[in-house]
């Protein structure tokens, strides 16, 4: 008989996660502590924008016509106790306020909740990002408080989403990493991605420290690459090179690869900040601190290319924002995407409307968010209504919808036509040809 499987946190993982082991089969819980949260994804909706997932919810909700029924939520700790062998634990773990350390709260919370209701053999298994040690002290926890004790096993076994292709990440992963205690956990999670594994995924098995680094230490990596590409944007931009150009030809190198060396504005988003923050707080914590001195400069870089595009956006409107309208192009800190975490856009619009700046936004997909954190700044309902009568139009989130602007249509409505491409995806050629003064950061005036 197939395990039974809860999901414990309903938000972006978990509610991927849940989906998709319906996907796979399995008779799927979910629980979480708010309410409204539960009675939106009962209806196959989600609070977020993510493609695809709303689509499989929706497949399998139980109660919904058509569905497979074989996915349900709650927000009872006792229901999920009694339902679940295999238990996904997927909440938040962000950064604590005015520390780089990650905040567990969230985690310590929903683990002390479960083991008060485990009764029973189990298999509890960690999804999120947490620092090196966390598994070992939370197996110790469970073990002090599951009525079941030593029948519950702990098992961390990390996510490696990236948002816009999360269901895809989810059902079809390059690597599944378990960190495992003993035999039952490895041979439970076989059974569970046996879908995957059949498809010719890796399946790593390693020690709880080896899985809780894994994430970080992949975040770290893909961050230093793109701050690398930015660092060498700088030096473009001082000696009149052109960075793209730069990223092909080392991007050949197979040692080096062609992916995450586009140069720009810089990451943002929920993960790669937070994680290498957390993961350099941690290296102190053990004594290894050294070790990780280069993710300050990677850190470094990155909010530097923000300020840098405040910079080159103020030298395009005469020096000073005071009264100048500009337009943002994006809200977001990535495309397919409604998440404006740490996003460098947004970033980048509050520094210029705290400098005097009249600035508009637009987004397809990110303006209630946007709104929620930044209320003061203008937005638009569309790019072209964003961009009427700007001074400047900031390129900063590389949606498709952007690289189909006709820049002759845009140049009807702006005051003046300067754009900068914080994300070098658009044809600079084509922006020139209509008149404009096209800047792209790392790349030749002209």
Not at 114 to 142: D, M, N
Request: proline share 5%.
């Amino acid at each position: 008989m197939a395990p039974r499987i809860t999901v414990i946190g309903t938000g972006y993982l978990g509610a991927t996660h849940a989906a998709a082991m319906a996907e796979l089969g399995f008779e799927v819980l979910g629980l979480d502590v708010d309410p409204g949260k539960i009675e939106m994804l009962g209806r196959g909706r989600v609070p977020m924008y993510e493609p695809g997932l709303e689509e499989l919810l929706q497949k399998h909700v139980a109660g919904l016509e058509g569905s497979t029924g074989r996915l349900r939520f709650t927000t009872s700790w006792e229901e999920v106790g009694e339902f679940g062998d295999v238990h996904f634990v997927c909440v938040n773990t962000p950064q604590k306020h005015g520390e780089y350390a990650c905040d567990m709260s969230y985690v310590d919370a929903a683990v002390t909740s479960l083991a008060a209701v485990l009764h029973r053999p189990a298999l509890v298994v960690g999804k999120s990002t947490v620092p090196v040690g966390s598994a070992a002290r939370l197996a110790r926890l469970l073990a002090e408080l599951a009525p079941a004790g030593d029948d519950v096993e702990l098992a961390w076994n990390p996510e490696f989403l990236r948002e816009g292709f999360a269901v895809q990440d989810t059902l079809h992963p390059d690597r599944i990493v378990v960190g495992v205690a003993g035999e039952h956990g490895e041979k439970l999670l076989r059974e569970v991605y046996a879908g995957p594994i059949g498809e010719g995924t890796p399946f790593v098995v390693a020690d709880y420290p080896t899985a809780e680094l894994v994430k970080t230490a992949a975040n770290s990596f893909l961050a230093t690459k793109i701050s690398f590409i930015n660092a060498m944007a700088e030096v473009c931009e001082a000696a009149d090179g052109d960075v793209v150009k730069l990223a092909e030809a080392i991007g050949h190198d197979d040692r080096i690869g062609k992916k995450f060396l586009r140069a720009g504005v810089g990451f943002g988003g929920g993960c790669l900040p937070k994680d290498i923050r957390a993961f350099m707080a941690r290296a102190g914590e053990l004594g290894a601190d050294q070790a990780l001195t280069f993710l300050r400069e990677v850190d470094s870089i990155n909010m530097r290319r923000r300020a840098h595009m405040v910079e080159l956006a103020r030298e395009a409107v005469g020096g000073s924002f005071l009264g100048q309208r500009v337009a943002v192009l994006g809200a977001t800190f990535k495309p397919d995407s409604d998440d404006v975490r740490d996003s460098p856009a947004l970033n980048v619009a509050g520094q210029i409307h705290l400098q005097g700046g009249q600035v508009t936004v637009y987004d397809p997909k990110g303006m209630d968010n946007a709104r929620r954190l930044f209320p003061t700044l203008a937005y638009a309902p569309s790019a072209l209504e964003a961009c009427r009568g700007a001074r400047v139009v900031l390129h900063l989130t590389e949606w498709g919808e952007f690289r189909e602007l006709d820049p002759a249509a845009v140049a009807a409505v702006v005051a003046d036509r300067h754009l900068i491409d914080g994300r070098n995806a658009l044809d600079a050629a084509a922006w020139r040809d209509a008149g404009w003064t096209f800047r792209a950061m790392g790349r030749p005036r002209a």
